[in-house]
């Protein structure tokens, strides 16, 4: 939409976005300055070995144990390289390789996120997931190849606007129907695609409603 002149034809000087909430009760809207939604990087790792039989592993270069020295190497990312107080995630969520008990494989595919809040820190855990992995493999005899998607931006809001949400909302439903969101969510946004182009606010609008048990 950005690249077909969505923004150039009427020409666009700022944005506003939203999304229902569930977890809102109906009637309240909820607003955050700063970083609303994490950036994501989706990636693939295929680690490849040497196959063998099971009863002989000296035989083989196993991509099965140096894939899961890869998982546990990548935890330190977060628990160790980045601000505790930067919120972040890599997440293996798929692991693939072998046919039978007693047969080693040639390779194993994995398939993970990773999840940040700032420009910085989503350089940083894309270079050092390479390093890692790059690392494990290389030391275990190994060679992996690494594919890392360049997907959602951040969704950054412009204070401004948001303030200018929260006051307008304060006027119309009540001040006490108009919450902080107090943390960023660590979910994506394809509003974010916009925020970057243009100052933007975006926000949440409750549908939420405990009396009929809906959510």
């Known amino acids: 939409m950005i690249s077909e002149g969505v923004l150039k034809d009427p020409a666009v000087d700022v944005m506003c976005g939203l999304h229902v909430e569930e977890v809102l009760d109906a009637g309240m809207i909820m607003v955050k300055r700063g970083t609303v939604n994490a950036a994501s990087n989706p990636f693939t790792i295929t680690i490849k070995g040497s196959g063998g039989h099971g009863a002989y592993p000296d035989t083989a270069v196993d991509p099965i144990v140096i894939a899961s020295h ?15 107080v930067n919120p972040a995630v890599v997440t293996i969520g798929s692991i693939h390789g072998g046919t039978a008990q007693n047969i080693i494989p040639s390779e194993v595919k994995l398939g993970g996120i990773i999840r940040t809040m700032t420009k910085e820190d989503r350089a940083f ?3 050092r997931l390479k390093e890692i992995v790059n690392g494990v493999a290389g030391m275990s005899r190994a060679k992996a190849e ?18 200018i949400i929260r006051e307008s909302a304060a ?25 970057m182009e243009r100052p933007a606010a975006f926000y949440f609008l409750g549908t939420g409603n405990k009396a009929k048990d809906k959510r």
């Open 70 to 84: 890869v998982v546990t190497s990548l935890q330190s990312i977060v628990s160790r390289e980045i601000k505790p």
């Open 125 to 127: 855990a894309i270079e």
């Open 146 to 163: 690494i594919t890392i998607e360049e997907s959602y931006p951040c969704l950054y809001n412009d204070d401004e606007n948001v303030d």
């Open 171 to 195: 006027e119309i439903i009540g001040n006490e129907n108009v919450v902080e969101q107090k943390f960023p969510k660590m979910g994506v946004e394809s509003f974010a695609y916009f925020a």
